[in-house]
Nanobody, 123 residues
Framework: QVQLVESGGGLVQAGGSLRLSCAASGRTFSSYTMGWFRQAPGKEREFVAAISRSSVSIYYADSVKGRFTISRDNAKNTVYLQMNSLKPEDTAVYYC????????????????WGQGTQVTVSS
């Protein structure tokens, strides 16, 4: 069992930056691929970024590539999402999740989810 708690969301102007954190409980954090997803009102939850257990492999959705950076610190049981050059269309609830599957871009691959943190980007 892994419990995930996101933090760092908020209100920011377009072009600004935010850094999301996701703290995990348990001693097996390094066993999981970690992902970030987001869900805007009326839309399906979508993949944002994922990072493999040892940070060797990193994946991004095309919509955030070059603006967002995912990283993890296994010693601190924490995964991060640095978001730069934010756009109004980035407004959503952001979730972190843990997976053992290689299908990093699929919601169904993730076993554990945080409660989400709201990110609002004003124009």
């Amino acid at each position: 069992q892994v419990q995930l708690v996101e933090s760092g969301g908020g209100l920011v102007q377009a072009g600004g930056s935010l850094r999301l954190s996701c703290a995990a409980s348990g001693r097996t954090f390094s066993s999981y691929t970690m992902g970030w997803f987001r869900q805007a009102p009326g839309k399906e939850r979508e993949f944002v970024a994922a990072i493999s257990r040892s940070s060797v492999s990193i994946y991004y959705a095309d919509s955030v590539k070059g603006r967002f950076t995912i990283s993890r610190d296994n010693a601190k049981n924490t995964v991060y999402l640095q978001m730069n050059s934010l756009k109004p269309e980035d407004t959503a609830v952001y979730y972190c999740a843990a997976a053992t599957s290689a299908m990093y871009h699929k919601v169904s691959a993730y076993l554990y989810w945080g409660q989400g943190t709201q990110v609002t980007v004003s124009s």
